[in-house]
RNA sequence: GCCGAGAUAGCUCAGUCGGUAGAGCAACUGAUUCGUAAUCAGUAGGUCGGAGGUUCGAUUCCUCUUCUCGGCACCA
C-alpha cells in the first residue's frame, strides 16, 4: 500500500506496488509521455521501478537535469546500437554522459571515417523512430562475462570481470543489442529526438596511453530540438572568440611551424604583453617583491641537484658547449635559489618574495600545443617566497588578497579555489605534511573562502592551492597557484641562520597570479571575445579627419593624447569616412575621434565608442580626462 | 607522443574524376576630398606545406615528413 509523495507535497496512495510509469499515468496523460525517469529518495531509477513502500517521488522530464543525463546517456547506448548494426565486429567499452552529451569509445579493425559518422547517425535516428522498448534485465557477474564473451565482447567482459562475483549485473536492451549498464535510461528510444554527432577521437582503453588506443566518437544530445539548436548556436559563438583568429585578425601575434609553440609577438600583440607584465611589476614591487633575472641556461649538473634532470628530462631543451651539458631553464626557481644562496641569511630577513619574469622553454609533447594556451615558451608572472613554516600563513593570505586584487582588476571575479593534499609518492615527513596542509586550509577558511578539496592531487613537494576562474561564457580556466615547496630548498641547500644560531631550511612558496602570460593573453581575449578593456587595448584611440583639410589638425590632437601617455593611431588617408570607421571598428579600437572643419573650428573632436555610441562633440581635455578615468578604474569600456 | 582530419594568394575560402589554379577582402595604380560600419575603375600577386614515388604529365594518386586542427595521454 506504497503512499508516493511528490515533490509539491501531494500525496497519492496505491493499493499495489506500483511503477514510476503508473504514477506518472496517475498523474496525467501529458506527463506519461513526458516520463524519462523517476527520482525516488535521491536515486534515479527508470520508469519502469516498482515502487512498493512508501516514498518520495519526482517524475524526470527532459526539463529536469537528471532527465537530461538520462537522455544523454540512452542516447550513447543508441550510438553504440546503430554501431554495432552498420560495424557487427566492432566492440564497445564504456559510454558516459559528460558535459552537454556523451561519447562512445569503440575498438574496431580500422578507423571510422566522417562518411561512417554520418551513417551511424542516420541509422540512429531510424532506430529512435521505431521507438524501441528499453528493458532492464539481470545476470549473474558470471553469466555476464560469458554473454559478453559469446558475443565476442572482451572489453564489456574485461570491465564486468572486475565487479564483484555476488553481484548482479544490470543489462539494458532495445530491439537485438544489449548493454551492460547501471541505468536508468529512458522507457523507449522514441524519446530521443535531438542529438548529432560531432566528433571523432581517439582515447586510450582505460585512460592509460600504454593500452590500446579506442575510437571515441563524440555526440550532443538535449531534449528537443531548439535546445539542440540553442547549444549548436552557441558553439559556433564560442568558436567566434578564439584567440587565435584575434591573433591573425588583430595583428597581434602569429606562430609558425620553424618556432612550434613559440610565439611570434606583433607590434600590437607585444604592447598589450607589456601593459599586463608592467602591471604586475608594479603590483609585486607594492606588495614586497623584489625582482631578478637569472640565466637561460643552466649546467646539468645544478638541474640534476634539483631533481629535474632525473624526472622531466624527456621535457627539457637542452644544449652543449665544451663538453658541458646544460638545460634551457623550464622553471624560474633553481635560478632564484642560486640568488637566495649568494650571502648568508638570517631569519629577520625572511620571507623573502623573488619574482622574475622569466623565459622558460618546456618541451611539451607536439599534440599538446594549442595557440597561445599550451607554448612551448612562455613567461609567468613568477615569484618564489622564501621564509620559515611559521610564516606559511600569513605569506598565502597576502598572495591571495594580491591575487583577488589582480583577478579583479582584469573584469574577473568569480574564482574557484582548489585545494591539494599529499599525493601517495611524496616527499617530506608526515607532520611537516599535517603542518603545511592545515596551514592552508586554515588560511582559506580565515579568508571566509569557498574552497573544494582535492585529495592527493598535490605536487610531490608539498600541498598547494589553485585558483580558476570562469569566463565571460561560462569555460574555467585554471590561472593561480600557490605551491609549497619542502624538497628544492634542501636539495639546493638554502638556508637561514635562525634565532638560536642552528642553520634551518627554508621553505619555499611557488606562486603565480596570472600564470604563463601567454595564456593569459590568450584567456583574455576569449573572455572579452577580442574587444579589450580600454587600459589593455593596443591601440586605445584613432584619430581621423573627414577630408585632407583636417590632417593639421588631426595630427595636434593625436600628438596631444600620446604626449598624455595614451596610445593613439592617426588615419590620414583619403578615404571615405565610413570606411575609416568600419576597418577601426573591426580593429576593436575603443575610441574612434572623428574630426571634421565643424570640430576643426570649435577646438573639439566627435567620439565614437567601440561599440557605435555617439558620444558627440567634445573638447580634448574632456577626452583626456575620460580616457584617463577608464584607466585609472581599469574599467571595461 | 598516440588516434583522426587538414595544409591552395597576405587573410578567408572555392576548385582540379591526373593536363601546372579562381573569388572576396587586403596590396599597388588612377580617379574621387566625401560627416559615423565597405566610393569606383584598373594592376599585380601562387614552385597548391616539404621530400620522394607512380605516370607522357602530379596541386590532384601513393609513401615519408613538418606543422595545424579535434580528441586522448601529459602538464614540474
Not at 337 to 358: C, T, W
Amino acid at each position: 500500500m506504497p503512499v508516493i509523495t511528490l515533490p509539491d507535497g501531494s500525496q497519492r496512495q496505491f493499493d499495489h506496488a506500483v511503477t514510476v510509469a503508473d504514477v506518472a499515468a496517475d498523474i496525467g496523460p501529458g506527463l506519461a509521455k513526458a516520463a524519462l525517469a523517476g527520482r525516488v529518495g535521491d536515486t534515479v531509477v527508470d520508469t519502469s521501478y516498482l515502487i512498493s513502500d512508501d516514498a518520495d517521488l519526482a517524475i524526470i522530464t527532459a526539463r529536469d537535469d537528471d532527465g537530461l543525463d538520462v537522455i544523454r546517456h540512452s542516447t550513447a547506448h543508441l550510438m553504440a546500437q546503430a554501431v554495432k548494426q552498420l560495424f557487427p565486429s566492432a566492440q564497445i567499452t564504456i559510454g558516459p554522459v559528460i558535459e552537454n552529451g556523451f561519447f562512445y569509445d569503440f575498438s574496431y579493425e580500422r578507423g571510422f571515417t566522417p562518411e561512417d559518422l554520418s551513417a551511424i547517425e542516420t541509422s540512429m535516428g531510424e532506430l529512435a523512430k521505431a521507438d524501441l522498448q528499453v528493458s532492464r534485465s539481470e545476470l549473474s557477474r558470471d553469466d555476464a562475462v560469458a554473454y559478453f564473451k559469446d558475443q565476442g565482447e572482451h572489453y564489456k567482459a574485461e570491465i564486468i570481470e572486475s565487479i564483484p562475483a555476488e553481484e548482479a549485473i544490470g543489462l539494458y536492451g532495445q530491439g537485438d543489442w544489449k548493454d551492460l549498464c547501471r541505468g536508468p535510461h529512458v522507457p523507449s528510444t522514441g524519446h530521443l529526438k535531438a542529438f548529432k554527432l560531432m566528433k571523432l577521437a581517439g582515447a586510450y582503453w582505460r585512460g592509460d596511453s600504454d593500452n590500446e588506443m579506442l575510437q571515441r566518437i563524440y555526440g550532443t544530445a538535449w531534449g528537443d530540438k531548439k535546445a539542440l539548436k540553442a547549444y549548436l548556436h552557441r558553439l559556433e559563438e564560442a568558436e567566434k572568440r578564439d584567440h587565435r583568429k584575434f591573433g591573425t585578425a588583430l595583428d597581434l601575434f602569429h606562430l609558425q611551424p620553424e618556432a612550434p609553440g613559440m610565439v611570434f609577438w606583433h607590434d600590437k600583440g607585444w604592447r598589450l604583453y607589456l601593459v599586463i607584465e608592467n602591471y604586475v611589476r608594479e603590483k609585486l614591487s607594492n606588495g614586497g617583491y623584489q625582482e631578478v633575472r637569472t640565466p637561460q641556461i643552466l649546467d646539468r649538473s645544478l638541474w640534476e641537484k634539483s631533481g629535474h634532470w632525473g624526472k622531466y628530462d624527456e621535457n627539457m631543451f637542452t644544449t652543449g658547449s665544451e663538453k658541458r651539458d646544460y638545460a634551457i631553464k623550464p622553471m624560474n626557481c633553481p635560478g632564484h635559489v642560486q640568488i637566495y644562496n649568494h650571502g648568508l641569511h638570517s631569519y629577520k630577513d625572511l620571507p623573502i618574495r623573488m619574482a622574475e619574469f622569466g623565459s622558460c622553454h618546456r618541451n611539451e609533447a607536439s599534440g599538446t600545443l594549442h595557440g597561445l594556451m599550451r607554448v612551448r615558451n612562455f613567461v609567468q608572472d613568477d615569484a618564489h617566497i622564501f621564509c620559515t613554516e611559521d610564516q606559511i600563513q600569513e605569506e598565502v593570505a597576502r598572495f591571495i588578497e594580491l591575487l583577488k586584487d589582480v583577478y579583479a582588476d582584469f573584469g574577473f571575479t568569480d574564482i574557484i579555489i582548489n585545494l591539494s593534499t599529499r599525493p601517495e609518492q611524496r616527499v617530506g615527513a608526515d607532520a611537516l605534511w599535517d603542518k603545511a596542509e592545515a596551514a592552508l586550509e586554515s588560511v582559506l577558511n580565515t579568508l571566509g573562502l569557498d574552497w573544494t578539496l582535492q585529495a592527493g592531487e598535490g605536487a610531490f613537494y608539498g600541498p598547494k592551492i589553485d585558483f580558476s576562474l570562469k569566463d565571460s561564457i561560462g569555460r574555467v580556466w585554471q590561472l593561480g597557484t600557490m605551491q609549497l615547496d619542502f624538497s628544492m630548498p634542501d636539495r639546493l641547500d638554502a638556508q637561514y641562520v635562525d634565532r638560536d644560531g642552528v642553520k634551518r631550511t627554508p621553505v619555499m612558496l611557488h606562486r603565480a597570479i596570472l600564470g604563463s602570460l601567454e595564456r593569459f593573453i590568450g584567456v583574455l581575449l576569449e573572455h572579452y571575445a577580442g574587444i579589450l578593456p580600454f587600459w589593455l587595448s593596443p591601440v586605445q584611440c584613432v584619430v581621423m579627419g573627414i577630408t585632407h583639410r583636417q590632417d593639421e589638425y588631426v595630427k595636434k590632437i593625436a600628438e596631444t593624447l600620446k604626449k598624455q601617455g595614451f596610445r593613439v593611431d592617426l588615419d590620414l588617408r583619403n578615404e571615405k569616412i565610413g570606411l575609416k570607421i568600419r576597418q577601426h571598428s573591426v580593429q576593436k579600437i575603443p575610441y574612434l575621434l572623428v574630426v571634421g572643419d565643424r570640430e576643426m573650428e570649435n577646438g573639439t573632436v566627435a567620439l565614437r565608442a567601440q561599440n557605435g555610441d555617439d558620444l558627440g562633440s567634445q573638447s580634448v581635455e574632456a577626452v583626456t580626462e575620460l580616457f584617463a578615468d577608464l584607466v585609472a578604474k581599469r574599467s571595461r569600456v
